[in-house]
């Protein structure tokens, strides 16, 4: 006969702040995707989008990934679906034919000047319980958590 296991957390309060935070994500998260996902857009996707916006419409491949902090398999898989929807452009670097440059196209801009708005929108309603100082603790324990 087994015996049954108990499990007892060592710190108790860093297993209910974990739940709440893994909660608290999966809602924002779906709140956020849904205009998104509407236009066929993942939350990468539409990041790929607004980062190259913000850069000028241009950057090494391996510079969005390190932008997106995502894996590279992932950076080429997200690119790879928004260039088959006409929203970028990769290119190989004549200086260096190993490496890739990822531009936006006027599809892709037009796509983002369209969404930025509501999606602006989506996130000041997502964070509206939150007061100023409780948004900036909450910036800076997710920066102390994802150091």
Do not use: W, Y
């Amino acid at each position: 006969m087994r015996r049954a296991m108990t499990l007892i957390p060592g710190d108790p309060l860093a297993h209910r702040a974990l739940e709440h935070l893994l909660r608290a994500e999966a809602s924002v998260r779906r709140r956020l995707s849904a205009d998104l996902e509407r236009e066929g857009l993942s939350a990468s996707g539409f990041s790929v989008l607004v980062i190259l916006t913000t850069a000028g419409g241009e950057l090494e491949l391996r510079v969005l990934r390190r932008r997106l902090q995502t894996s590279k398999a992932n950076a080429t898989e997200v690119v790879t679906t928004l260039e088959h929807r006409g929203l970028v452009i990769r290119r190989r670097l004549l200086h260096d034919r190993r490496a890739a440059s990822v531009t936006l196209t006027a599809r892709g801009r037009e796509l983002v000047d369209r969404l930025f708005p509501e999606h602006t929108e989506r996130v000041a309603s997502a964070f509206a319980v939150l007061d100023e100082e409780e948004k900036r603790s909450l910036a800076e324990i997710c920066r102390k958590l994802a150091a």
